[in-house]
């Protein structure tokens, strides 16, 4: 089954097109990797899939029902309840982790589940606490973001979207606020969870694991997807120049 | 160890004015070569002085005190003065007398007096349509005197008749206002019956205000005027006097009492003399004073402490729905909710507050009660308070990063959950060194509830400091603002403290 698919997506931030034509399907536990330079509309896309932005054009369905549907080429958005139930499918992981300050690590995780999913409060802090433990976090469960390296907030901020059972998750950049030092705790994270079959899109400066852990890796420049296949076509054999660029710059980098 | 810190760069700020003022002064005195006579004067009290319609000072006395510097050969500095602060400007010797239509009558002892020159009673102004036509219809009515006038000494004072002290009784209230054109706007809106007055006074504002208002045929007292300088200070009265009799000898004298209409009231005589007293000091030791006069203080604290917790109680919540009209998406909303806090902050409060109070009467013709002036006081403040608050919830909201406003959309908060629950506590905590700068200006800003004549603290202090002749209920006030705003301070720090539990 697709779980998401996108088709023909436009998006332009005034006079600059940002999205050209981008098409996109994503089936179940599959793990998918967005390279790209920046300006490249990766993050862009990731935030149209995540409806922090509209879309300008093409349409876009999550588990078969429709978000966004093409009417003679504009994009109608459905109606308030469906895309509330349809935001419920997804989860969003940010660059800046973008904890609640006021809220402690434990509140972060349960207040969505309880006051929005309207779930139990017991299950919902044993589950939550469950969480903590598998994020290596179960002695910070009354810490407050603050009082964590930015490797532990990002893990809180995991286990805050792992709390309201999405069927899939966005990863926008996990690891580039972090010290290098602090990156493989994440990483090792992400690993695990595409080891429990969790559907993931990750947009990553990390290509050696993005080699590792993707089924299909994406590699975007100028708002379109330049080239797109398993991590062994796209990353160890590119056949784009703009890829082949890309790679030897980062590869340069690091 | 903080507090002390901070007391004590308190007290060298506090030095440093002391020094700036007392150096100013000292060089306004040098400069000062050429003999000036500076007159003090209510400059709201027409025909004696006051400000004519193309701005100048102007009247009776100002004429009279004109023509004595002119043939003295000094120059005449008119220095119009709050009646309240009377006494502590003749102290300080910031003004060298009191020329304005000044009772003699029960302050003999007060002052060192020229001889009466002009005759005066005390009369009651009512209504034309009021049907009140004598004193005794003024039983369980709302009656109005000038603070520390004549009439009200008349009426209330230890050696005022008997008669006048029952009539005094039979009110329902007896209201100080600070000068005649706000008790005259009072009166035409019925949130008081009567006003009692000079009868100068009386006949001119009936006559100016077209002779919607009539006089009782009854007066309550008489009395005289005279020339008051600083008690012991007979050499310049002296001058003044001999001058005055010199300016009745040719004529003078009488020629500007007809250019006034009062040729009829005048009684300077050469025949008379002055009244004997000489300086007497207050029994009363300083402790005792403190003590009696906070004693009376207190009841203004209890009304300015009244006015400072109604006015948080409605502004901090009705600034927040003015705050979401602000950024509302609805551009007509935003615009008249931006045009509100323009005005509302663009304009002085003690004007707003007089808008309130008489607004309904003069705008829509609507007779208030007496207690409207209580929630006259608590609207215009909060009204004002709420507009400031607004803007600073606005830039408290502004200042909590759109991300976390993401976070919450993507873990499917609804609107009023994303407020409440995720910005709101975030706003509160960007939000409180403004908010204690606000609540801090409010504990003083209580005073200017005077302008609608409310009694609050500093009104009380100020009319006690006119009674008692001192300035001591002013420092006093003084005092209990700062203990009010040190309390404030130590609250708000608190909360400040309580508040760190996050970053």
């Known amino acids: 089954m697709s779980l998401l698919e996108i088709n023909n997506i436009e998006k332009s931030f005034g006079d600059l097109q940002v999205l050209k034509d981008i098409s996109l399907s994503i089936d179940q536990t599959e793990v998918i990797s967005i390279l790209g330079p920046s300006g490249s509309g990766k993050s862009t896309l990731l935030r149209c899939m995540a409806m922090l932005e509209t879309i300008d054009g093409g349409d876009m ?57 309207k779930r139990s409060k017991n299950e919902v802090y044993k589950e939550a606490r469950v969480l903590l433990k598998k994020m290596g976090l179960d002695d910070k469960e ?12 990002q893990r809180v901020a995991i286990a805050r979207a792992l709390a309201m059972k999405p069927k899939m998750l966005f990863f926008d950049e996990p690891t580039s606020a972090l010290d290098p030092e602090l990156t493989g705790e994440i990483l090792k994270v992400l690993r695990s969870l595409a080891d429990e079959k969790m559907t993931m899109i990750i947009v990553t400066h990390e290509i050696d694991f993005a080699r590792s852990v993707s089924d299909r890796v994406i590699f975007m420049d100028g708002g379109i997807i330049v080239e797109e296949g398993s991590p062994k076509e796209v990353i160890d054999n590119p056949k784009n120049e703009r890829t082949k660029a890309f790679l030897k710059k980062m590869s340069f980098n690091s | 160890m903080k507090l002390k810190k901070i007391s004590l760069s308190r007290i060298t700020v506090i030095l440093f004015i002391v020094y700036v003022l007392i150096s100013g002064f000292t060089f306004y005195c040098a400069a000062d070569n050429s003999k000036t006579f500076t007159v003090g004067f209510d400059a709201e009290f027409p025909p004696y002085g006051y400000k004519d ?60 007096w020229t001889t009466p020159y002009v005759d005066n009673s005390q009369v009651v102004i009512v209504k034309k349509d009021s049907g009140i036509d004598d004193l005794s219809g003024l039983a369980g009515k709302t009656v109005a005197v000038q603070s520390d006038s004549s009439a009200l000494a008349a009426l209330t004072d230890d050696d005022a008749t008997e008669e006048n002290k029952n009539l005094a009784a039979s009110f329902k209230e007896l209201q100080q206002v600070g000068d005649y054109n706000s008790a005259f706007l009072n ?46 200070n007979t050499e310049l009265r002296d001058e003044v006097q001999e001058t005055l009799w010199e300016m009745l000898g040719d004529g003078t004298f009488i020629r500007i009492a007809e250019k006034w209409g009062l040729e009829s009231s005048v009684c300077l005589s ?120 607004a803007e600073i919830y606005r830039s408290g909201i502004q200042a909590v990063p759109k991300e976390q406003y993401e976070a919450a959309d993507i873990l499917g908060y609804n609107r009023r959950q994303r407020f409440f629950k995720i910005i709101f506590p975030q706003m509160v905590k960007n939000i409180i060194p403004s908010v204690t700068n606000e609540v801090i200006t409010l504990v003083k800003d209580t005073s200017l509830a005077f302008a609608i004549s409310y009694t609050e603290m500093f009104t009380l202090a100020k009319q006690v400091a006119a009674a008692e002749t ?33 970053r």
């Open chain 1, 61 to 117: 369905s999550y588990c078969e029902e429709k978000a966004v549907t093409s009417v003679s080429g504009l994009p109608v958005y459905a109606s308030k309840t469906q895309i509330k139930k349809i935001r419920g499918y997804f989860g969003l992981v940010f660059q800046n982790f973008n904890l609640f300050p006021h809220y402690s690590v434990i509140k972060n995780i349960t207040d969505a589940p309880i006051h929005v999913q």
């Open chain 1, 142 to 153: 009354n810490y407050y973001p603050y009082q964590l390296s930015g490797g532990q907030q």
């Open chain 2, 53 to 112: 319609e193309s701005g100048e000072y102007v009247g009776f006395d100002l004429d009279l005190a004109e023509e004595v510097c002119n043939r003295k050969g000094w120059i005449l500095k008119k220095q119009p003065i709050d009646w309240n602060s009377k006494d502590m400007e003749l102290k300080t010797g910031a003004i060298d007398c009191i020329w304005n239509g000044f009772t003699m009558n029960g302050r003999e002892d007060k002052y060192t």
């Open chain 2, 470 to 502: 001192t300035i001591m209920p002013l420092f006093i006030a003084g005092i209990f603002y700062y203990i009010f705003n040190f309390v404030v301070a130590f609250v708000m720090e608190y909360i400040e403290k309580k508040l760190n539990y996050f």
């Open chain 2, 270 to 389: 050469s025949e008379d003399s002055y009244i004997d007293n000489t300086v007497t000091e207050n029994s009363q030791s300083l402790v005792e004073r403190f003590l009696s006069i906070s004693k009376q203080l207190m009841g203004g604290l209890t009304a300015s402490l009244a006015i400072f917790f109604l006015t948080l109680l409605f502004s901090m919540p009705l600034g927040l729905l003015i705050t979401s009209g602000r950024m509302s998406k609805l551009t007509p909303l935003r615009w008249i909710i931006k045009i509100y806090i323009s005005i509302l902050r663009g304009t002085p409060l003690m004007l707003q507050l007089l808008v309130v109070f008489f607004g309904p009467y003069f705008i829509f013709g609507i007779n208030t009660p007496a207690s409207y002036r209580f929630y006259a006081v608590i609207i215009g403040f909060t009204l004002n308070y709420a507009a400031y608050f």
């Open chain 2, 187 to 232: 009166l035409e809106s019925g949130a008081i019956d009567a006003i009692c007055m000079d009868i100068g006074v009386a006949n001119y504002e009936i006559k100016l205000r077209g002779n919607l208002f009539v006089m009782l045929d009854k007066h309550i007292s008489s009395e005289e005027y005279g020339i008051g300088f600083l008690l012991g």
